[in-house]
Structures are given as structure tokens and as C-alpha cells.
């Protein structure tokens, strides 16, 4: 379903350039669960951010579902990352003035969908990982593992064709980290769910279909 | 989608209370200055009572006649004035002369009434629209005959007769007995020209003296049914007093504007001065004000923003991942801010009610009370939405275009 063709990213800052990657080929199937390891600095969440449509590569360009991706059409762009495309970060990201359920409805309010029916939607994904009961409380209010469940629900709750998840248990102990990737094979083994996910834990990328490590920006086989 | 953007704003709003105090001030104080600059101003140039033609009236009230040696006095011209010049000009369709504010007094069982009456001619009846409740005005002839009728307003009526419908009766003006022929309803003290008690025909005037005087205490009205012939009667006027003006008594020379609606106020507030040609250009000028009086608290607001922007660039960020456009984004900064202002115009019209109370108790402008009405809420939400958006378009669109990457690299949400 995405196919990456010679994507370059370059950054430029005051005096030097960054290679942050260079000439990467790679092409995921629909269903895949894939999972993106290296060293600190080699280059995979500027990766993960140029396959969510994040950021714009500095060479080559991106297939989704066979269509290159034009990044000038900003309306466009966010269309499809409010349709295909889901995010879970490492830190969460949920707005704390609202309720967890109004969090998990965020996505939903770009596409034109009635407020009951988003609220449905909302609590039934809630259920889903496991926090119906918290529905109504603030997100301080919740556990680390809590609050980035509450970030899966927020990145599922538009079914979502792909789910990009930036080192989703970075902030989490062992057993909540757990937790967090069992609902990511779940949604990959049940809902066909392409899941691409940074991490630096070995064990949790060997329980993922496909492992693809970067260095220094490149892909190495 | 709406509702949650008002919620999220009230929400921030509570969050940075010290942002929130410091903006709600300067939008309501800018708010108040500028709803109170527009009541004074529709308090002079929107009429629903016999003024409300003013847009098609010229109003000639005062002239500086001059004498050799550097005499001159500045008034009111008199009979002869308006008869000479005024009613010999070319592009007025009517003229009419009035003389009012005079005192009447009257007893009614031991109570003492004073009315104020004015002496004046059939045209005005007809270059004013008056609300009659009984009766009519007089008519030119019966103008020209010097018949003793009087038209007098609805409390005048009741005053004296404790009663609306008094067709017929007889009143008691200057010693001069006047059958009532119409009742009009009162007319509100911003309307001069027109708010008066009681109205007779200058024709019953107990002595013709008035016929000799040059200067004197009239007004009078120049009037066409084309708003657009107003520039050409103005002009006419003055170029008539500029080139065609006889000597008369003492007096060689005259001036003197024959004034819009917009010369009044002008006039008003700015200077009795009438050598001071265009008291218009008065007008514009303070729109111009209102407009830099906004200027200043706008780029501070804009100011706020922006540095809010900082603390709220990882919800932008993450907005635009979940996939909010950059236009969905504009318009929620912009209805945010806009919000901000409405609450700070609810302070503000509340500030200005206060405001021009106290300025209408203090007698702040001339000869005319101001109030507070319907029609300043309706500036003030103008205002405010004005302001809301000039205020947060910049703000907003500088937002709108962070990079989400960059934005999801803060922490805070
Ligand atoms: N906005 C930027 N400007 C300049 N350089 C950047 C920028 N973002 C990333 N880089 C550089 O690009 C390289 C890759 O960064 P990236 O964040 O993709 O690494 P990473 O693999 O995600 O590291 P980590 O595991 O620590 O998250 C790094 O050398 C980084 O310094
Ligand atoms: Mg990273």
C-alpha cells in the first residue's frame, strides 16, 4: 500500500547539512505490522514523519495506494492523513482540557460526521482498548499506560488503513508497554491494520512481522 | 465542531488568566472608546423622529456679519436675512424660517408649565416629518392670513388639558389666544431643529418689528427631495454670501455655512468657529481616530497571540497529524479570538453604558444629550467583530502554516 521511492531528507541549519536519510527504497504491503529499529539519530522518525505526510522529502517520492503524493495540496494532505493514516507518539499528545472521550473524537471533527454519531464512535474504540470507565475523566487524571491507550484510541477511532506509532511505549514501563503493544498486534492480526512502529526494544520488534533497521540513514539489509 | 472550539477557548482562557486579564482589558477598553464615539455619533446623525430627512436639509443658524473697523457679530441672522438671500436662492425646492426655543408659561390649577414655542412657516411642516396623532399643520395660506392656529405636542397636551384629542381648543401663547389645529408626538432633544412644545405661524407675531431686523434669532432650512442636490444648495449659499451680498445697515459683509448634518456634529464637538469651511472633513477624520484608537490595541493583541502561539504549538501540531487543513485551523484561531473579543465587547458596552451616562450627565456634548441605544449594541458587536478579526487573522495564519513536525517537537499541550 506505500511504496517509498529513493526518498532523501536532508536538513539544513546554520552551517552543516544533515543526511538524515538517504536513498530509501521500501514498499509495505496492506497488513503488514513492520517495525523500524537503529541507533539514536540514524533517521527513523524523520522517516516515520515523511511516511505519515508529516514532512516533505527532499528527493523522491511517496506511492499511497498507487498515487504519488503531491505535498504542495495542503487540503489534500490533510485529507488523507485524517482518512488512512493514524498516529500514536511517544509522549501522548492528548489535550488536556478536554475529556478523554472528546480527545479520542479529535479526528473525527475534520470529517463530517454528526456529534452523536462521534461520540459513539468515540466510546466504542474506548472500549475497545480497555477505558470505557474513564470516558469522562481529564487526561492528568489517568496513568501513563492509560493515557497513551487513550492516544491508540484517538489514532483508531477513524479506522484508519495505517497506524504510525513513534516509539509508543518510549514512556512506558515494561508491563504497560505491554499492554499497549498487545493492542497493536490485536488490531493487526483482527482488522488487517498496517502498523509501522519505531522502536528501541528488541523483544517488541521481534513480535512484529518485519523487521527494517536503519543506519546512519540508511536502510541496511 | 463550533461548540468544542468555544469550549477549548474557554478553557484556555481559565488556563493563562494573566493573558486572558491583560487581553479582555485592552479589547474592552478599545471596545468602549469606539461604542462610545459611535453613540455620539448616532446620536447626532440617525433620526426617527421629524429629523430623520435630515440627509435631505441644509440648516443655516448662524452667519458672521461683518462691519468696517474690524466689527463683526457672529448669531443668528434675522427676518431680513432669510427673506433678502435665502429664500432668493436658486437650488433649494423649500425654505422655511423658524425662531424657537422660546419659554411660554402657563397655570393650570395652580401648576406652572413652561413650554417652549417656536414661530415658523408652512414649509417646515413639509421639509420635516412630523408624526401628527390628531389634526394637521397649517397651510400656506392660512400662513400667509396670519391665522392663529397652533400645532402642539402630545404632553403639551396633557399639560394643559389633561387630555390627547384637542382639536379645537384654545391655548394661551406670548398673550395671544391660538386654536389648536394638530398634535404631534413629542420629539426627542436630539432632534433641535425640531423639538419644541408648541408651533404658530410667524405671521401672528404680535409686531411686525421682526420684519426690520437684519440679525436676529432664526434659523432656517434649506430642503430638496434629491439628498445628491445638497453640495450645490451648500455651495450656492456660500457664494452668494461671498459675492452678491448687499450692504445693509452697518453690515458690508457676510459668512457663513449652510450646514449638513454631518457640519453639526462636526461643528459640535470641534469648534463654533465657522470660519472653519468644512466641518465635514471633522467627520471623516474621526473615523479615521477610531480606526488608529483600534490600531494600537490591535498589534498588541496580535502581539499576545503570536506568543501564544508558542505554548499551543503542539495542539496545532497534532491537530494537523490528526488532519485538520490548514484552513480548518485558520478558522478555528480566527472564531477563538473572535470569541475573546465578544467577551471583551460585553465589558466594554457595559463600560461605555457607564461612560457615556456620565457623559451625558456631565453635559459633555453641546447642546445635544447622548444615550445609549439598540443601535450601539449593534456597533459594538460591528466593532468587535471587526476587531476580532483584524486582530486575529495574522495570528491565525502564522499558526495555520507551523510545520507539524516542528510543532509536535514541544512537549505541552
Ligand atoms: N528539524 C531538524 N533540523 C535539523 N536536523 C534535524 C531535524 N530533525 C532531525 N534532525 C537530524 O536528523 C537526524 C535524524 O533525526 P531523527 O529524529 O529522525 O532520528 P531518530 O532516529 O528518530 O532518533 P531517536 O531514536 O533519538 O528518536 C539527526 O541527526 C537529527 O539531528
Ligand atoms: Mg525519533
Not at chain 2, 44 to 50: E, M, R, V
Not at chain 2, 214 to 223: N, T, V
Amino acid at each position: 500500500m506505500i511504496k517509498l521511492d529513493n526518498i532523501c531528507k536532508y536538513y539544513q541549519t546554520d552551517r552543516m547539512e544533515t543526511q538524515a536519510l538517504r536513498n530509501i527504497d521500501m514498499d509495505i504491503q496492506q497488513g503488514e505490522f513492520v517495525s523500524i529499529m537503529g541507533p539514536s539519530g540514524c533517521g527513523k522518525s524523520s522517516l516515520l514523519n515523511i511516511i505519515g505526510l508529516l514532512d516533505e522529502p527532499s528527493e523522491g517520492q511517496i506511492l499511497f495506494d498507487g498515487e504519488e503524493i503531491q505535498f504542495k495540496r495542503d487540503k489534500e494532505l490533510a485529507q488523507v492523513r485524517n482518512q488512512k493514516i493514524g498516529f500514536i507518539f511517544q509522549s501522548f499528545h492528548l489535550i488536556n482540557d478536554l475529556k478523554v472521550v472528546d480527545n479520542v473524537e479529535l479526528p473525527l471533527l475534520y470529517r463530517k460526521i454528526k456529534a452523536s454519531e462521534r461520540r459513539r464512535m468515540a466510546l466504542e474504540i474506548l472500549d475497545k482498548v480497555g477505558l470505557s470507565a474513564r470516558s469522562s475523566h481529564f487526561p492528568s487524571q489517568l496513568s501513563g499506560g492509560q493515557q497513551q491507550r487513550v492516544a491508540v484510541a484517538r489514532a483508531l477511532v477513524g479506522k484508519p488503513a495505517l497506524l504510525l506509532a513513534d516509539e509508543p511505549t518510549g514512556n512506558l514501563d515494561s508491563q504497560m508497554g505491554n499492554e499497549v503493544m498487545t493492542i497493536l498486534e490485536n488490531l493487526n492480526s483482527d482488522d488487517n491494520t498496517t502498523i509501522i512502529m519505531v522502536t528501541h526494544d528488541k523483544s517488541l520488534a521481534e513480535r512484529t512481522t518485519r523487521i527494517e533497521r536503519i543506519f546512519d540513514g540508511r536502510l541496511i539489509h | 465542531m463550533f461548540k468544542g472550539y468555544i469550549y477549548l477557548t474557554w478553557k484556555m482562557l481559565l488556563r493563562d488568566k494573566t493573558f486572558t486579564a491583560i487581553s479582555l482589558f485592552g479589547i474592552s477598553l478599545t471596545l468602549c472608546v469606539l461604542i462610545t464615539i459611535s453613540a455620539v455619533f448616532d446620536n447626532y446623525l440617525f433620526h426617527d423622529g421629524p429629523e430623520k430627512t435630515n440627509n435631505n436639509f441644509l440648516l443655516v443658524r448662524n452667519v458672521i456679519f461683518e462691519a468696517p473697523e474690524q466689527n463683526f457679530k457672529s448669531g443668528k441672522p434675522g427676518y431680513i436675512f432669510f427673506h433678502q438671500i435665502l429664500k432668493k436662492l436658486k437650488e433649494p425646492q423649500l425654505t422655511s424660517a423658524y425662531e424657537g426655543g422660546l419659554k411660554n408659561i402657563t397655570f393650570v390649577d395652580d401648576k406652572k408649565y413652561t413650554h417652549s414655542y417656536c414661530y415658523t412657516d408652512a414649509n417646515y411642516w413639509k421639509i420635516l416629518d412630523f408624526d401628527f396623532i390628531h389634526g394637521r399643520a397649517f397651510s400656506s395660506m392660512e400662513f400667509e392670513q396670519g391665522s392663529k392656529l397652533a400645532v402642539i405636542s402630545v404632553s403639551t397636551a396633557r399639560d394643559l388639558f389633561q387630555e390627547e384629542q384637542v382639536i379645537g381648543k384654545i391655548i394661551q401663547v406670548h398673550n395671544q389666544q391660538y386654536q389648536v389645529i394638530g398634535v404631534v408626538k413629542d420629539v426627542s432633544s436630539y432632534e433641535p431643529v425640531a423639538s419644541f412644545d408648541i408651533w404658530v405661524p410667524y405671521t401672528t407675531y404680535p409686531s411686525l418689528q421682526y420684519r426690520n431686523s437684519f440679525d436676529g434669532d432664526w434659523s432656517a432650512l434649506l430642503y430638496h427631495e434629491d439628498k445628491k442636490k445638497l453640495p450645490a444648495m451648500k455651495s450656492e449659499y456660500t457664494s452668494v454670501l461671498k459675492n452678491n451680498f448687499e450692504p445693509i445697515g452697518p453690515w458690508f459683509s457676510a459668512e457663513g455655512i449652510a450646514e449638513t448634518k454631518y457640519d453639526r456634529l462636526g461643528l459640535t464637538l470641534y469648534s463654533s468657529h465657522y470660519r472653519e469651511a468644512d466641518a465635514s472633513s471633522f467627520v471623516k477624520y474621526s473615523l479615521f481616530y477610531a480606526f488608529l484608537i483600534m490600531l494600537l490595541p490591535t498589534v498588541n493583541l496580535v502581539n499576545l497571540n503570536i506568543s501564544r502561539i508558542m505554548e499551543r504549538s503542539s495542539e496545532i501540531g497534532l491537530r494537523k497529524a490528526l488532519g485538520a487543513s490548514r484552513n480548518q485551523l485558520l478558522f478555528q484561531f480566527i472564531v477563538e479570538n473572535i470569541f475573546l473579543t465578544v467577551i471583551g465587547c460585553l465589558f466594554g458596552v457595559l463600560l461605555s453604558v457607564l461612560i457615556i451616562d456620565h457623559l451625558a450627565g456631565i453635559g459633555f456634548v453641546r447642546s445635544a444629550p447622548i444615550s445609549f441605544n439598540l443601535r450601539c449594541v449593534a456597533y459594538a458587536l460591528v466593532w468587535s467583530l471587526l476587531f476580532g478579526v483584524l486582530s486575529g487573522v495574522l495570528p491565525a495564519y502564522r499558526m495555520s502554516r507551523l510545520h507539524p513536525v516542528i510543532a509536535l517537537k514541544k512537549e505541552k499541550i
